[in-house]
């Protein structure tokens, strides 16, 4: 049985709505990938066994013409190649950040070095990084456009915040939640790392109000929240749990004291954890809310919660987001 059928035969137990399916092409649909690099290669563990290559056709096109022209710098370079272990990848569909991470402290041979490869290949951003040290060779943050409901949106990110991984599939996603929306009044979204839901949702509610734990995805959010000239998003760097304390008034914070929430209506709260999913105060805090939107990178923790929530599904969404792999995505409205 794959991964379709199975998740579906398991939601069945839970409603006799059936699930919205959408697919991602087999090949080049990454915008994020992560390799080892070991014996002159990148590396990946494939079915329990490590793959060595030069290119990888999963990422997305601009990631793989980069890879082999990267890796060649690299192999011709001994302060390159010596305790590297790891090599990370994002694009924004042009424009690329390469991650270095080794096992080492990178001084001025490093820079130098790497300084070369910024200037050689087009379109590439070099960071490299070691235990508490980073060194940024270009820009750290790359602009990623959304185009959406005749708009575009654009949204900063980098190699330290989650961004969805799916290059194809993100704006389906998007397009599936503003279809579903009935009566949207005031958002409250909870994990909204650096804004992939937020900014572009921002258009279809009267304010919305994000907040997430990771403090570059706060930054982050702030400066696209200025890039898209937008005034109805407030954002606060807080916990799922803060979050829950915080609106129970349980618990006072210095990072809420210049925002009203009494002036907040909301009609909707829209959770995307982590894949351990959500916590008993998350669960907690949601059942205030009318309209849930529940975006989940685990379907067995969300099945797991669907029972904690005690909420009825109107409407779902299955994002294979993670071809050829046992990962789904899964947008449902409770």
Known sequence: MNKLSKFCKELSNFTKIKPEIYLSPATGYR????????????TMVVDEDKKYMD??????????????????????????????????????????????????????????????????IKNISVIGRSKKQKVSIGPEDIEVVCNFDNSSFRILQNDLVFFQPNFYLYSLMISFITQQLQE???????????????????????????????????????????????????????????????????????????????????????????????????????????????????????LRDIVKLERNIKSIGIFDQFTNTQHLEVVAFL
């Open 31 to 42: 915008a994020r990938a992560e390799f080892g690099f070991s014996k002159s290669s990148y």
């Open 55 to 120: 290119k990888s056709s999963i990422p997305h096109t601009s990631i793989q013409q980069l890879m082999p022209n990267l890796l060649s710098k690299i192999n011709e370079s001994e302060t390159l190649q010596k305790k590297l272990f790891q090599i990370n990848f994002r694009t924004s569909g042009t424009k690329c950040l390469a991650t270095l991470i080794y096992h080492k402290q990178l001084k001025e041979e490093w820079i130098h070095v790497a300084k070369d490869i910024q200037e050689s």
């Open 184 to 302: 949207p009044n005031d958002l409250l979204e909870l994990y909204c790392g650096c804004g992939g839901f937020t900014l572009p949702l921002a258009s279809k509610f009267k304010k919305v109000f994000a907040t997430e734990n990771n403090r570059h995805s706060i930054r982050l959010l702030k400066e696209s929240i200025k890039l898209n000239n937008l005034s109805n998003i407030e954002t606060v760097r807080l916990s799922d749990n803060e979050t829950a304390s915080a609106l129970a008034n349980k618990r006072t914070f210095r990072r809420l004291e210049n925002i009203n929430m009494q002036s907040y209506q909301f009609s909707h709260i829209l959770v995307d954890p982590p894949r351990a999913g959500l916590s008993d105060e998350t669960i907690n805090l949601s059942k205030q809310f009318k309209n849930m939107i529940y975006i989940s990178c685990n379907p067995e923790t969300f």
